[in-house]
């Protein structure tokens, strides 16, 4: 079987609220959420588990340090694109996912599926991840060249696992 190439296989649907069995959300919900995927920059958005931290778990005769895994520990970022009509006021159809993260302190719900194309619709079975993320103060990219887009970095608060239910 051939590796798969991830571009525009990456679907992120923002969701209103925390689904009531985030392990395996109905088709309806999905279907009923705004998929995010073409209004924000590729190139750093991520939500992703980083270094667990570590409890020292050495027994007392050992000659050397053991480490055991503890929590674990996640981090994310996404850098909305801004949308403006042509006199220069943000396009309310547009400017959505600006619209949705740009106050300090959102919750967002942002179940992300890889490898079907990005505009495949959502199908029982289909495996995705659900991030609970709250989002921190909008910033200016380092690179103000392009396109006008702020960098939002995104507190994890959970994440869950899980696959698509056909009915709730």
């Known amino acids: 079987m051939p590796k798969t190439l991830a571009d525009a296989k990456k679907k992120v649907t923002s969701l209103t609220s925390l689904p009531e069995n985030p392990e395996a959300v109905p088709v309806a919900e999905l279907t009923a959420g705004k998929d995010i995927q073409c209004n924000v920059l590729k190139s750093d958005f991520r939500l992703s588990a980083v270094a667990s931290d570590t409890v020292p778990d050495t027994e007392l005769c050992s000659d050397s340090n053991a480490t055991a895994f503890g929590a674990s ?3 994310g970022n996404m850098t ?3 949308y403006y009509d042509e006199t220069g ?16 302190g959102t919750h967002l719900y942002l ?13 029982a079975t289909d495996e995705y991840t659900l991030w609970h993320v709250i989002t921190d103060e909008p910033q200016d990219p380092t ?8 960098v939002i970095p995104l507190g994890v608060q959970r994440r869950y696992k899980g696959a698509v239910a056909a009915a709730g």
Not at 89 to 104: G, N, R
Not at 111 to 123: L, N, Q, S, T
């Open 73 to 75: 520990n996640f981090e």
């Open 89 to 104: 006021v943000p396009d309310p159809t547009e400017d959505f996912v600006w619209d949705l993260a740009k106050e300090k």
């Open 111 to 123: 179940a992300i599926r890889e490898g079907k194309p990005h505009d495949d619709p959502w199908v």
């Open 80 to 82: 909305p694109f801004r």
């Open 143 to 150: 690179d103000t060249g392009g396109f006008i887009k702020k």
